[in-house]
């Protein structure tokens, strides 16, 4: 007794002093995670939102597949954000409220009216004043997360409907107000019931308990980390107030699994499970997200849809009971259906392929120290509809090539980009013909030879010398040997096997013929037309040889399209860029490095240019476009590679420019051209759009004239295979040939007279 008399005080003191530093040790863990976690967000990353305004092409069926989308709820009467009806040509709408890099889109009721599938009229119904333009809200297509993967749609306090706030608190902590972090009532009943049992058949856990496991602990049931539990709720509500531990409570309770993806926090489940925003969602949704919390697996509504329901209604009951509710209304709520949305496939983005895009180019054109912000908005060019036409296409279109070939399923396979000419936007990206997964990315990764695809940069690089290359300067298309002093010699030939003899410049160029058009690469020098290549935007380092001027050049498909946006947009290049806008959590624009806008090309002979790229869909290995889709006036080159492994198509119509690649990943023969591969998913994809007719403007410096092509001299229109063609002033033929000597006025150069030339076509 003595020697425990006189080593207990000293024994008691280290235990105290080591249970105060433990517990200090807790403390200073549960206030750094706590600061630094509960708000620790991705950046939200949106599409390009739908604008409407009278004149749009937008068919009231096409704004019903938006607002399916965007989670809307077709109602009798829509009154509160998020809701539609539909009426005989019209609908009428009520958005919801967003903040864009620009402004807030407010809430407004509206009607649309629509004809011959164009959005003709829009009317403020708390107005009726005509409304000129509106915004959707932008699709969320996916999240980029600072420091882990888990998935956050945050919600703050005031934002969170009482009602869901009433049905958590009385079914899992009733006395969340009162007590201090722990409920010691409440875990001598859960014991006593337990025992009783001779199993686990409650628990005693607090809302703090629960969101201390969440936050710091694992679920293991053991009494240490229940000792630390307890602990760590009575630190947490020492330093914060209740409402604050409220909201991280909201925002941090797990409610489900979708694939790698964790569910946290009633802000996003609200979206998982009913695609809808938590403040939209009806009591009997509200109450089966709190039946959730005891065991979102055991009481998964897409998995267990029957045990969900009699969870849900057990809570309405609850609520019900205490007087939270009137019974009527919890009677009514009793009777509606589960009512969850259908799982999408994708895992944490749909768009996976144009996800990647998004990552590359954040960190291009922004600093790294800005991107370590969290919460940030970033608003992108995706179109969705765009995309899903291009996924489309490529899938589709593969699948009939293997059925009508004979090979096996899943050869095959693809890429596709989508840009807009005039912005440098990238409206799609297929990686893939699967494109949900997010797998290795072809639009980005796969260098491929590009075959008759560097043409036109031997062509722009011909026509930006006026004095020595017009568009029916003859170029000899005979066949010829190069040799090199180590003996080896290299013999191209066309892919008809044929040779021509001499060809109007825009015609070798219209029927890709490669002898023609090495001769004419050989007469510029490798070395110019390589550096056209670069000043058309592409910077990967090309080998000089001869045979890079028949597509011995490797390329990606976005490498590709940047090299046909440059000739789309009349020579002017830009980077092509995949966000429009990044804001910070604060609503503050992140300053991006600039993408300047530079003249690459002469704009005349990018127009010459673009009119025998014309040619090509006219008369040319594209001509199938022209029998299907003549009215567009579509630009575009197809591309083969040795042994036809590669198949291509870069095109472009008014407003879009689409690039495709078709192929096998082990590089082996598809036994497809350039036009009865790639060509061939381009067609439906663009056949699948509403998109405008090509119609190039000559710049100034550039006329028309009438010619007889295959014997270069000026001619008039009534002649025998007389084309109107254009040329740089000073170029164009001067003598006249014996049909033309009949009449050699020229066209009267006035603003009547060229409106009148362009109307006439092109190549007639």
């Given at each position: 007794?003595?020697?425990?008399?006189?080593?207990?005080?000293?024994?008691?003191?280290?235990?105290?002093?080591?249970?105060?530093?433990?517990?200090?040790y807790?403390?200073?863990?549960?206030?750094?995670?706590?600061?630094?976690?509960?708000?620790?967000?991705?950046?939200?990353?949106?599409?390009?939102p739908?604008?409407?305004?009278?004149?749009?092409?937008?068919?009231?069926?096409?704004?019903?597949?938006?607002?399916?989308?965007?989670?809307?709820?077709?109602?009798?009467?829509?009154?509160?954000?998020?809701e539609?009806?539909?009426?005989?040509?019209?609908?009428?709408?009520?958005?919801?409220?967003?903040?864009?890099?620009d402004?807030?889109?407010?809430?407004?009721?509206?009607?649309l009216?629509?004809?011959?599938?164009?959005?003709?009229?829009?009317?403020?119904?708390?107005?009726?004043?005509?409304?000129?333009?509106?915004?959707?809200?932008?699709r969320?297509?996916?999240?980029?997360?600072?420091?882990?993967?888990?998935?956050?749609?945050?919600?703050?306090?005031?934002?969170?409907?009482?009602?869901?706030?009433?049905?958590?608190?009385a079914?899992?902590?009733?006395?969340?107000?009162?007590?201090?972090?722990?409920?010691?009532?409440?875990?001598?009943?859960?014991?006593w019931?337990?025992?009783?049992?001779?199993?686990?058949?409650?628990?005693?856990?607090?809302l703090?308990?629960?969101?201390v496991?969440?936050?710091?602990?694992?679920?293991?049931?053991?009494?240490w980390?229940?000792?630390?539990?307890?602990?760590?709720?009575?630190?947490?509500?020492?330093?914060?107030?209740?409402?604050?531990?409220?909201?991280?409570?909201?925002?941090?309770?797990?409610?489900?699994?979708?694939?790698?993806?964790?569910?946290?926090?009633?802000?996003?489940?609200?979206?998982?499970?009913?695609?809808?925003?938590?403040?939209?969602?009806?009591?009997?949704?509200?109450?089966?997200?709190?039946?959730?919390?005891?065991?979102?697996?055991?009481?998964?509504?897409?998995?267990n849809?029957?045990?969900?329901?009699?969870?849900?209604?057990?809570?309405?009951?609850?609520?019900?009971?205490?007087?939270?509710?009137?019974?009527?209304?919890?009677?009514?709520?009793?009777?509606?259906?589960?009512?969850?949305?259908?799982?999408?496939?994708?895992?944490?983005?749909?768009?996976?392929?144009?996800m990647?895009?998004?990552?590359?180019?954040?960190?291009?054109?922004?600093?790294?120290?800005?991107?370590?912000?969290?919460?940030?908005?970033?608003?992108?060019?995706?179109?969705?509809?765009?995309?899903?036409?291009?996924?489309?296409?490529?899938?589709?279109?593969?699948?009939?090539?293997?059925?009508?070939?004979?090979?096996?399923?899943?050869?095959?396979?693809?890429?596709?980009?989508?840009?807009?000419?005039?912005?440098?936007e990238?409206?799609?990206?297929?990686?893939?013909?699967?494109?949900?997964?997010?797998?290795?990315?072809?639009?980005?990764?796969?260098?491929?030879?590009?075959?008759s695809?560097?043409?036109?940069?031997?062509?722009?690089?011909a026509?930006?010398?006026?004095?020595?290359?017009?568009?029916?300067?003859?170029?000899?298309?005979?066949?010829?040997?190069?040799?090199?002093?180590n003996?080896?010699?290299?013999?191209?030939?066309?892919?008809?096997?044929?040779?021509?003899?001499?060809?109007?410049?825009?015609?070798?160029?219209?029927?890709?013929?490669?002898?023609?058009?090495?001769?004419?690469?050989?007469?510029?020098?490798?070395?110019?037309?390589?550096?056209?290549?670069?000043r058309?935007?592409?910077?990967?380092?090309?080998?000089?040889?001869?045979?890079?001027?028949?597509?011995?050049?490797?390329?990606?498909?976005?490498?590709?399209?940047?090299?046909?946006?440059?000739?789309?947009?009349?020579?002017?290049?830009?980077?092509?860029?995949?966000?429009?806008?990044?804001?910070?959590?604060?609503?503050?624009?992140?300053?991006?490095?600039?993408?300047?806008?530079?003249?690459?090309?002469?704009?005349?002979?990018?127009?010459?240019l673009?009119?025998?790229?014309?040619?090509?869909?006219?008369?040319?290995?594209?001509?199938?476009?022209?029998?299907?889709?003549g009215?567009?006036?579509?630009?575009?080159?197809?591309?083969?590679?040795?042994?036809?492994r590669?198949?291509?198509?870069?095109?472009?119509?008014?407003?879009?420019?689409?690039?495709?690649?078709?192929?096998?990943?082990?590089?082996?023969?598809?036994?497809?051209?350039?036009s009865?591969?790639?060509?061939?998913?381009?067609r439906?994809?663009?056949?699948?759009?509403?998109?405008?007719?090509?119609?190039?403007?000559?710049?100034?410096?550039?006329?028309?004239?009438?010619?007889?092509?295959?014997?270069?001299?000026?001619?008039?229109?009534?002649?025998?295979?007389?084309?109107?063609?254009?040329?740089?002033?000073?170029?164009?033929?001067?003598?006249?040939?014996?049909?033309g000597?009949?009449?050699?006025?020229?066209p009267?150069?006035?603003?009547?007279?060229?409106?009148?030339d362009?109307?006439?076509?092109?190549?007639?």
């Open positions: 007794m003595m020697i425990l008399r006189r080593f207990a005080p000293p024994l008691l003191v280290s235990l105290l002093l080591m249970f105060s530093a433990y517990v200090y807790l403390d200073v863990n549960v206030r750094s995670q706590f600061e630094g976690r509960r708000w620790a967000v991705p950046a939200s990353v949106y599409a390009r739908l604008e409407l305004y009278p004149g749009a092409p937008l068919g009231r069926e096409r704004l019903l597949e938006e607002l399916q989308a965007l989670g809307y709820l077709r109602s009798d009467r829509p009154e509160g954000p998020g539609f009806a539909v009426g005989e040509g019209k609908v009428v709408l009520a958005t919801r409220s967003f903040r864009f890099w402004g807030p889109e407010e809430v407004r009721r509206m009607e009216r629509f004809r011959d599938g164009v959005l003709r009229e829009m009317v403020d119904l708390a107005t009726g004043r005509s409304v000129p333009m509106a915004r959707l809200e932008p969320l297509i996916g999240k980029i997360y600072p420091a882990h993967h888990e998935d956050r749609v945050l919600v703050r306090l005031e934002e969170v409907p009482p009602g869901l706030i009433s049905a958590l608190l079914v899992e902590d009733q006395g969340f107000y009162s007590h201090h972090g722990i409920a010691p009532r409440s875990i001598l009943r859960a014991i019931a337990n025992l009783r049992a001779g199993r686990t058949v409650q628990g005693g856990s607090t703090t308990q629960q969101l496991k969440n936050f710091y602990l694992t679920s293991e049931r053991t009494l980390r229940k000792f630390n539990e307890a602990i760590m709720a009575l630190l947490l509500e020492l330093h914060y107030d209740k409402n604050e531990i409220l909201e991280a409570y909201l925002n941090e309770i797990y409610l489900g699994q979708d694939g790698q993806r964790s569910i946290h926090g009633f802000g996003l489940a609200a979206r998982f499970y009913f695609g809808r925003p938590l403040q939209e969602l009806r009591l009997s949704q509200m109450a089966l997200l709190v039946g959730m919390v005891k065991g979102p697996s055991y009481y998964d509504p897409r998995r849809p029957q045990r969900a329901l009699q969870r849900r209604n057990l809570v309405l009951r609850l609520l019900a009971d205490r007087g939270e509710m009137d019974p009527r209304q919890a009677r009514a709520a009793s009777s509606e259906p589960v009512g969850v949305v259908p799982l999408k496939v994708g895992g944490i983005t749909p768009y996976p392929a144009f990647e895009l998004v990552r590359r180019q954040l960190y291009r054109d922004y600093r790294d120290d800005d991107l370590r912000s969290e919460g940030m908005q970033i608003f992108t060019t995706l179109d969705p509809q765009i995309q899903a036409a291009a996924e489309q296409a490529v899938s589709g279109r593969l699948e009939e090539l293997e059925r009508s070939r004979g090979m096996p399923e899943g050869e095959l396979e693809g890429a596709a980009l989508v840009t807009e000419p005039s912005s440098g990238i409206l799609a990206v297929v990686g893939g013909r699967n494109a949900r997964f997010a797998g290795f990315n072809r639009a980005l990764n796969a260098v491929r030879p590009i075959g695809l560097i043409k036109p940069a031997i062509y722009l690089a026509l930006e010398l006026p004095g020595r290359y017009t568009l029916i300067t003859p170029l000899d298309d005979s066949p010829l040997t190069l040799k090199w002093p003996g080896d010699s290299w013999s191209p030939a066309n892919y008809d096997g044929e040779s021509h003899g001499e060809v109007p410049l825009y015609l070798a160029l219209a029927h890709s013929y490669n002898l023609a058009t090495v001769r004419l690469g050989l007469q510029l020098g490798v070395e110019e037309v390589l550096d056209t290549v670069q058309l935007g592409v910077y990967r380092p090309l080998n000089s040889y001869p045979s890079v001027l028949l597509g011995a050049a490797e390329l990606t498909p976005l490498e590709v399209a940047q090299m046909y946006q440059t000739i789309a947009n009349g020579g002017f290049r830009s980077p092509l860029r995949a966000i429009r806008e990044v804001l910070t959590a604060g609503g503050e624009p992140l300053q991006r490095y600039p993408l300047d806008i530079e003249q690459a090309a002469d704009p005349g002979a990018v127009y010459l673009g009119r025998a790229l014309q040619a090509v869909a006219r008369e040319g290995t594209a001509r199938i476009l022209d029998q299907e889709l009215e567009l006036e579509i630009a575009g080159k197809t591309g083969t590679t040795d042994g036809l590669d198949s291509w198509f870069a095109g472009f119509t008014g407003d879009r420019l689409a690039v495709v690649w078709v192929g096998r990943d082990d590089n082996r023969s598809t036994g497809l051209s350039g009865s591969g790639a060509l061939l998913v381009w439906d994809m663009i056949r699948s759009l509403r998109t405008q007719p090509l119609q190039l403007v000559a710049p100034q410096g550039v006329h028309q004239v009438w010619v007889e092509p295959w014997i270069g001299l000026r001619s008039r229109e009534q002649c025998p295979g007389a084309v109107w063609l254009p040329f740089i002033s000073g170029s164009e033929p001067e003598e006249y040939s014996g049909c000597a009949g009449n050699v006025t020229e009267a150069a006035n603003p009547l007279q060229r409106g009148i362009l109307l006439k076509g092109i190549f007639q």
